[in-house]
């Protein structure tokens, strides 16, 4: 299961409380280790200095290398379950940002879609998710998150990069996981709906042995009819 949406929407908080909850395997996108995310986020705040610039090529390929490394890690975890906070098709939402704003070209553009969908269809059945769960908050929310967990590389994000985001997102990156016939989750996420979630969760997994303080919340917490199917194949928690 893999969660996906804005920057500070809360993917991160919820893998580790559902890791927690149910003792499964996490895997975290590597933030501390990322080279050039302070790069990154300098070249949009300063998208005509070259030195910046080259940062946003590099990094497109530096994560690249690193989700389909990654991915090959989850074989480790054949026949077990476990939920990871960023999925790679993901990344189609900043590079069709990039090339809109002309910072790489459709050419790049091009090379990077075909690199990413190349690298996931031949991953095995074990190193995929089943399901995507899109946390949908507000860019306004996601901003003010931002600015209270106060991460130093993104004080220079403008409030408007989280509306092109989530835009592009919708744009670039849903048709994909449409496309594709995973079990895709929309969750209002701009309050704390955690039992929710904790919820789609049991459903999904069907574990054997749920810990008692959870399946007291999903007694108290709503039903699998909160859940609606849409024509696209999305299923929108009520």
């Known amino acids: 299961m893999t969660f996906e949406g804005n ?3 809360g993917k991160s908080s919820l893998v580790r409380s559902i890791s927690g909850h149910y003792n499964l395997e996490m895997i975290m996108e590597d933030v501390e280790s ?6 990154f986020y300098q070249a949009l705040a300063n998208p005509k200095n070259e030195e910046y ?9 530096w994560l690249l290398g690193t989700r389909t490394t990654q991915k090959r890690a989850y074989s480790h975890f054949c026949g077990q379950y476990y939920v990871s906070d ?8 900043f590079w069709g940002l990039l090339k809109e704003a002309g910072n790489i070209s459709q050419k790049e553009y091009d090379w990077l879609k075909n690199a990413i969908t190349w690298t996931h269809g031949r991953l095995s059945g074990d190193q995929l998710y089943k399901s995507v769960i899109w946390l949908e908050t507000s860019p306004e929310s996601c901003f003010e998150r931002k600015n209270k967990r106060a991460r130093s590389e993104e004080d220079m994000v403008p409030q408007q990069y989280f509306r092109d985001l989530d835009r592009a997102y919708k744009q670039y990156v849903w048709p994909e996981w449409i496309s594709r016939k995973v079990d895709f989750y929309v969750v209002n996420w ?9 919820e789609v969760a049991k459903n ?21 009819q909160m859940v609606k199917r849409s024509s696209e194949g999305i299923y929108y928690v009520a």
């Open 53 to 61: 610039r080259r940062a946003f090529m590099d990094m497109q390929v």
């Open 190 to 198: 701009d309050c704390d709906r955690e039992s929710e979630l904790v």
């Open 34 to 39: 990322n080279p050039f995310l302070h790069l």
């Open 204 to 224: 999904h997994f069907m574990f054997k042995e749920v810990p008692v303080e959870i399946k007291e919340i999903i007694t108290k917490g709503p039903t699998s």
């Open 7 to 9: 920057i500070a929407s």
């Open 86 to 93: 960023r999925d790679m098709l993901g990344d189609l939402a």
